[in-house]
């Protein structure tokens, strides 16, 4: 619910303006209920990630509904994966805007890629609304054998 904010301590203490006040958000409560909650996206920015690991590769999946691909940009530098995500919203070339329900959008995701991460093989995909990033592992380290020299004196 929103209500108007009021400091206390800077107005005088009176049942006059304790009823006012009082009276004032009465009138108006019912004007702002469940207001403020109608415009929140889900988890503050709308973006749900989810993160994924398999013997072969990490995989982020991020839902971004309405989306194109140049609302985004991926890129990898000194190990970091930054995922970048901008919306932004217009009226169409000669009218205004009335009413927008879907905010302008500004979300930002940085990963630090282990030693196990390829950062050379690194995928990006986007159908239907959802992202999915797959970094893929390099190879665990093969042993090696190390044959024994036998030195006769």
Same mark, same amino acid.
């Given at each position: 619910m929103l209500?108007?904010?009021?400091?206390?301590?800077? #107005?005088?203490? /009176?049942?006059?303006?304790?009823?006012? &006040?009082?009276? +004032?958000?009465? &009138? +108006?409560? *019912?004007? +702002?209920?469940?207001?403020?909650? /109608?415009?929140?996206?889900?988890?503050?920015?709308? $973006? =749900?990630?989810?993160?994924?690991? /398999?013997?072969?590769?990490?995989? $982020?999946?991020?839902?971004?509904?309405?989306?194109?691909?140049?609302?985004?940009?991926?890129?990898?530098?000194?190990?970091?994966?930054?995922?970048?995500?901008?919306?932004?919203?217009?009226?169409?070339?000669?009218? =205004?805007?009335?009413?927008?329900?879907?905010?302008e959008l /500004?979300?930002? #995701?940085?990963? #630090?890629?282990?030693?196990?991460?390829?950062?050379?093989? $690194?995928?990006?995909?986007?159908?239907?609304?959802?992202?999915?990033?797959?970094?893929?592992?390099?190879? *665990?380290?093969?042993?090696?054998? $190390?044959?024994?020299?036998?030195?006769?004196?």
């Open positions: 209500l108007p904010y009021r400091a206390t301590h800077l #107005r005088p203490s /009176s049942a006059f303006m304790d009823e006012a &006040f009082k009276t +004032f958000d009465q &009138f +108006f409560q *019912p004007v +702002f209920r469940n207001w403020e909650d /109608s415009f929140q996206p889900p988890f503050g920015h709308g $973006i =749900q990630l989810t993160e994924d690991e /398999s013997e072969a590769a990490y995989l $982020i999946t991020a839902q971004v509904p309405g989306l194109k691909a140049e609302d985004l940009k991926v890129e990898v530098k000194e190990g970091i994966l930054s995922l970048e995500i901008k919306r932004e919203t217009s009226a169409p070339e000669g009218f =205004q805007p009335l009413l927008r329900e879907r905010a /500004s979300f930002q #995701r940085n990963y #630090r890629l282990g030693e196990d991460a390829d950062k050379e093989q $690194i995928s990006a995909s986007l159908q239907e609304g959802v992202l999915k990033l797959t970094i893929a592992k390099k190879a *665990p380290p093969k042993p090696q054998q $190390i044959t024994v020299k036998v030195i006769s004196e």
